[in-house]
């Protein structure tokens, strides 16, 4: 768990601002005289390719600590998140997916996901692209492979 703070407004709408320290994180450490550069950019993105008519697609992602909310997405639109991994490497994030009568939940970002995503830049990149056959992902927006079917 990172440390949280809450900051409060002057008027009166409370607006609750909620800062975790493993999101947003940059930071460069020096070991042993060299300076190491850590891995704490990290960008889930979700692309719809399904056709927005008569629904279009929504999802949510979440991991223990954070809600990405529910976004609905036409087709093309995409939305993305920015994070870094937890010292002990255990940042998991998964969403939820609904289009029309199709529903499905898996992991999009996890241990094993985190090296995938390196595409040899400073920041990590793991992309999802929903399509009416299914899931794709990669880490180039490019070469897409095949993770999972509608369940
Ligand atoms: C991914 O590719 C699409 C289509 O070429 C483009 O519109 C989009 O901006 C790209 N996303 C990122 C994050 O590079």
Request: charged share 20%; proline share 3%.
């Amino acid at each position: 768990m990172g440390h949280c703070f809450v900051s409060f407004s002057v008027n009166l709408t409370l607006i609750l601002q909620l800062a975790c320290a493993k999101i947003d994180d940059v930071g460069v450490h020096t070991i042993g005289g060299a300076v190491a550069s850590i891995v704490d950019d990290i960008r889930v993105h979700i692309v719809s390719g399904v056709p927005s008519n008569p629904t279009p697609l929504w999802a949510r992602c979440r991991s223990k600590d954070d809600d990405i909310g529910m976004h609905k997405l036409n087709n093309g639109e995409s939305f993305s998140w920015k994070f870094s991994m937890n010292f002990f490497e255990t940042t998991l994030f998964f969403c939820h997916f609904y289009w029309g009568s199709h529903t499905n939940i898996f992991t999009v970002f996890d241990r094993g996901l985190y090296e995938k995503c390196d595409h040899g830049t400073p920041h990590y990149d793991c992309f999802w692209v929903v399509r009416p056959d299914g899931f794709y992902f990669n880490n180039d927006n490019k070469s897409w492979e095949k993770m999972y079917d509608w369940s």
